[in-house]
């Protein structure tokens, strides 16, 4: 099965602006300065390189997100996609491949900036088969220099997109031969639920590279992986994830790591637990644990236990800063209020008085009543989808 685009195409510049609720004029205003609408972040890679992103602001992200939901979100893609996807995620992508005896990994080499202004153009026009304006238009929105940015949430779901039409042609051919395929965004994963031969695994990656090549897109070679369970010395990865033992997991190395942490983020917390460095070990290593819990490792249980016996708070700097923030709230206009800046920053100190609480629990709950007497009037749904821009 192809992606299927569910609804009606947009036949207007008009339309667009009624279905994202944003004045046309905005919308050209905005696609016509989108280099001031981007603030580029690099990003560590695992093998010591970088990856640049791109951060949208608030004003394009609003746009961009308008855009996911009116139009992304009514496409049924295929079962062989996922990242981007609700409920499909890199876990659900590996164990796609959980009972397999041989695995190809493939990556797509420099996935992102191999997706152009001219490919996004035509899946807005031939894909979605809007007009020639409003395809324009959506793809200004959406590119960053004639490039598809790493960094905006529409950029996935074009990610997706980018191999529509031949694709689902090289899956079923798959599928025929009793092979499983998966994508997630540029990794690409191929398994057998019996041994292959060699003969049999360079047709496969061909066929792989034939179909990229005539998309536009190559093959990151380096980094094709071959691995079967018979050799338990080479691990069977998707992803990141481990699969020798079936279900994905996570690798015992990284498990060591994760463990290693814990005992340092414990002997860290008794000479002071109010360091930034401190808050940002035990949030960075909360995220971890959880990541274990997701995965069904057994030892997750145990690490959350005792993270929470040595949770971060604030020492007097902090308290006192917390205080000031929430008097500058008390002390906001209402049509500040309105704003999602405001929004993200009452949140923001309500994360803090959470932190408050654990060491001065009478003044976080005065805190909290002043707080709820300029609770801002919109929520975050109202604030993104449903204001007129």
Partial sequence: ????YLAKPIASLQALSSALRIDVHVLKSTAANIDRHYHPHSVPKKDGSSRSIYI???HLKKIQKRINRNIFDKIKYPDYLFGGIKERDYVKNA??????ETLIALDIRGFYPSITYEKTLKIFKFFFKFPEDVAALLTDLVCLRGRVPQGACTSSHIAN????EAEYHLVQHIRNKEFTYTRLLDDISI??????????IQTLIGKVRKMLN???FKLQNKKTRITSRKNPEKLMEVTGLWLNRGQARLHRQERRLIRAE???CEKLSKLSRTSIDYHELHNSLSGRVAKLTYL?????ACYRSRLREILPVYDDNEIHRTIKLVSFLEKSSVNDRKKYAYYAKFHQVGYRLNILRRTQSGLANKLAEILRTCKPPLNKEELFYHEII
Wanted: net charge positive; aromatic share 0%; hydrophobic share 30%.
């Fill in 296 to 300: 069904g490792h057994k030892e997750a």
């Fill in 56 to 58: 949208p602001s608030i």
């Fill in 161 to 164: 997109l980018s191999l529509h």
């Fill in 95 to 100: 164990n796609a491949h959980a009972s397999a």
């Fill in 1 to 4: 099965m192809r992606p299927l």
């Fill in 191 to 200: 398994s057998s639920k019996k041994q292959i031969n060699e003969i049999q």
């Fill in 262 to 264: 814990l005992h340092n």
């Fill in 214 to 216: 005539e998309q536009g």
